[in-house]
């Protein structure tokens, strides 16, 4: 049986990674989360006798310190952080404090025996684009903002803890990533249940700014295939598509699948972290998939056809 850790459990990557991992009668899964933002609901704990939770902030050391000692995980995924561009941009000195949380992970990790330490690092590492695709061999990470400097130095500190104590590791390099169970304060969530409200959909700036957009589905499939098939190893992986769509467009089309009369509404662009284009090299994702990701027309219709959707 493998004893998995995951951090951040109660988060919308997280606790599907988590319900995935806890569905093989293998795994022994603890998720942990301080529910600053997270939701229990997303667990679903009753529905998985493999699954368990504990409230921890891995940012303090005696909290996420008795975790290990206790349940001695094989493995971690350390999920946990302060996400959203405008709630990072808003909270730099709340996203500078998940440093401590890297260390207490790695440190604890190192300590204890982990075989292979899992990281949520994130495409904001690559700041505005130096060329396209933002592939993960030639493309710097030249990002000022406290999220992505903090991600960043995440996969600096797994480097160095590799070389130095031998701990392996695999970065995953998320891109926007959707699905049913995603809060209300991202994107794509957002702009549908303002759809579904009939209410004005806003958009920063123009909306020419460009994203990919990762079916949940996609990103899980992936980074477990990495984890079963012992792939990207001491390596980093991009998670996400490599098919681009404006912000208005993705407005658009989102009126469009849910015939609804809201108008799209520009506000003033964001002072920063709204990068003007993002659109990463997934060869080595489609490698781990086995196939191409879901077009996001087939991901926001699964979306609107799963009742999951009202946990946002």
Partial sequence: MARILVTGGAGFIPSELAIRLAQDPANEVVAVDNLLTGDLRKLALDQHPRLHFIKCDVNRFEDIGSVFYAYRPEFVFHYAAVVGVKR???NPVMVLRDIDGIRNVLDLSKNTGVKR???????????E????????????????LPYAIVKNLGEAFLRSYHKEYGLEYT???????YGPKQSRDFVVSKFIRAALQGSDITVYGDGSQTRTFCYIDD?????????????VLNDVVNIGSDVEITILDL????????????????????EEGDMTRR????????????????PLKAGLERILADTRFILG
């Fill in 219 to 231: 990103n899980i499939d992936a980074c477990l295939n990495a984890f079963h098939r012992g792939e």
């Fill in 129 to 144: 684009p130096v060329e396209i695709p933002q592939n993960e061999r030639t493309t710097p990470l030249n990002s000022k």
């Fill in 88 to 90: 990072t941009t808003d």
């Fill in 171 to 177: 970065v995953f390099r998320f891109f926007n990533t």
């Fill in 251 to 270: 407005a658009k089309l989102i009126i469009d699948l849910t015939g609804s009369r809201s108008k799209v509404v520009h506000l003033p662009p964001l």
């Fill in 117 to 127: 330490v899992f990281f949520s690092s994130s495409s904001e590492v690559y700041g």
């Fill in 279 to 294: 659109m990463p090299d997934v060869s080595r994702m489609r490698q781990l998939l086995g196939r191409d990701p879901l």
